[in-house]
């Protein structure tokens, strides 16, 4: 028997197919007409929204963040827009993941730190080291692993390790 909830959303999009090939032509036609800072901005906000509704893995498995897609919205805001703006970014993006997925847990709160420390350490070796994009994302990745792994192992207890 198929699943009722998902059988009204088939029907629902069948109903209204323009809105997201109007939503697509709105988004390309404001890539193509508004400036770089705009269109960053647009983007941003739309990986920012990924990123936000990608934690609802931890309402089901209740692990820590593997998914750095909040990682790589704090680099690029941080080398768009500078560390300052990633860092308040960050903390927007963390806390609404948080929230959206009703997944808080007694770690919710040391994510964020890291994630300020990859804020401000991307511009820092990319103007200093003149990193490739790649390699600053597995670095960054690094960092905050670094950062965050020994809290988590630290503050949990032996059987959720």
Same mark, same amino acid.
């Given at each position: 028997m198929p699943n009722q909830q998902l059988v009204q959303f088939y029907n629902w999009s069948n109903r209204n197919k323009t809105y997201p090939i109007i939503g697509a *032509? =709105?988004? @390309? $036609? $404001?890539? =193509?007409l508004f400036t770089e800072q705009v269109k960053a901005f647009f983007l941003i906000s739309v990986l920012g929204i990924v990123a936000t509704f990608s934690y609802f893995y931890k309402r089901v498995y209740q692990a820590p963040p593997?998914?750095?897609? *909040?990682t790589l919205n704090t680099v690029l =805001?941080?080398?768009?827009y500078g560390p300052v703006v990633g860092a *308040?970014?960050? @903390?927007? =993006?963390?806390i609404a993941s948080e929230v959206v997925t009703h997944a808080f847990d007694p770690f919710s709160f040391t994510y964020i730190v890291p994630r300020i420390a990859v804020a401000f350490a991307a511009p820092f070796l990319v103007s200093n080291f003149n990193i490739d994009f790649g390699l600053l994302g597995l670095l960054m990745a @690094?960092?905050?692993?670094l950062l965050q792994q020994p809290v988590y192992i630290a503050l949990t207890d032996v059987e959720k390790r």
């Open positions: *032509i =709105v988004f @390309i $036609a $404001a890539l =193509v593997v998914l750095e897609l *909040i =805001v941080s080398l768009l *308040i970014f960050t @903390i927007i =993006v963390s @690094i960092l905050y692993n």
